[in-house]
T-cell receptor
Framework: LAKTTQPISMDSYEGQEVNITCSHN???????ITWYQQFPSQGPRFIIQ???TKVTNEVASLFIPADRKSSTLSLPRVSLSDTAVYYC????????????FGTGTRLQVTL | DTGVSQDPRHKITKRGQNVTFRCDPI?????LYWYRQTLGQGPEFLTY????????KSRLLSDRFSAERPKGSFSTLEIQRTEQGDSAMYLC???????????????FGAGTRLSVL
């Protein structure tokens, strides 16, 4: 399974757009990228998932370049409630097996 | 509310005691997972079930740990002869396997925080 690398922490002001980039140089053809969000004392929560190009849902966008060696989670106009740890994961399609989390990116949003 | 329920939310026990945690997945989800998370780290996989069958166990799951999922519904995770190193958050997740889907999204419960004194 491809290893992921993402920044340990990021800071942002409320109302700004936040982009968190994840590196996954060894991603395989059947792998896809998934992001989870975790608040303190809660379990992780699915945010978004993609294979290539751009995916957008009601909370975030995911940008994946053509070589798929990295991906960027974009959070528009963050608020204080977006303060959390964000995990980038690479999974192999159709396996439905365990998730391999790294240490994630701790996003701190302030006024 | 993700729909995955874990009980208890907190458990304090003395070293050497046995503890059991329960997880109720989202109904109709056929896969159930257990993870362990320590402070500052991401969740680590322990084991998972498809229906009632336990399909994979991590090496983290020593012989003091046992998990069951009778009848393919709720699951229990038991830790025997607890040690201080077992102190962690134990997370349960469930997913619905649908063939052809890109990813089988896992829905997590709020976890059970175990403190071993």
């Amino acid at each position: 399974l491809a290893k992921t690398t993402q920044p340990i922490s990021m800071d942002s002001y409320e109302g700004q757009e936040v982009n968190i980039t994840c590196s996954h140089n060894n991603i395989a053809t059947n792998d896809y990228i998934t992001w989870y969000q975790q608040f303190p004392s809660q379990g992780p929560r699915f945010i978004i998932q993609g294979y290539k190009t751009k995916v957008t849902n009601e909370v975030a966008s995911l940008f994946i370049p053509a070589d798929r060696k990295s991906s960027t989670l974009s959070l528009p106009r963050v608020s204080l409630s977006d303060t959390a740890v964000y995990y980038c994961l690479v999974e192999t399609a159709g396996t439905a097996s365990k998730l391999t989390f790294g240490t994630g990116t701790r996003l701190q949003v302030t006024l | 509310d993700t729909g995955v329920s874990q009980d208890p939310r907190h458990k304090i026990t003395k070293r050497g005691q046995n503890v059991t945690f329960r997880c109720d997945p989202i109904s109709e989800h056929n896969r159930l997972y257990w993870y362990r998370q320590t402070l500052g780290q991401g969740p680590e996989f322990l084991t998972y079930f498809q229906n009632e069958a336990q399909l994979e166990k991590s090496r983290l799951l020593s012989d003091r740990f046992s998990a069951e999922r009778p009848k393919g519904s709720f699951s229990t995770l038991e830790i025997q002869r607890t040690e201080q190193g077992d102190s962690a958050m134990y997370l349960c997740a469930s997913s619905l396997g649908t063939s052809g889907r890109m990813g089988w999204i896992q829905y997590f419960g709020a976890g059970t925080r175990l403190s071993v004194l």
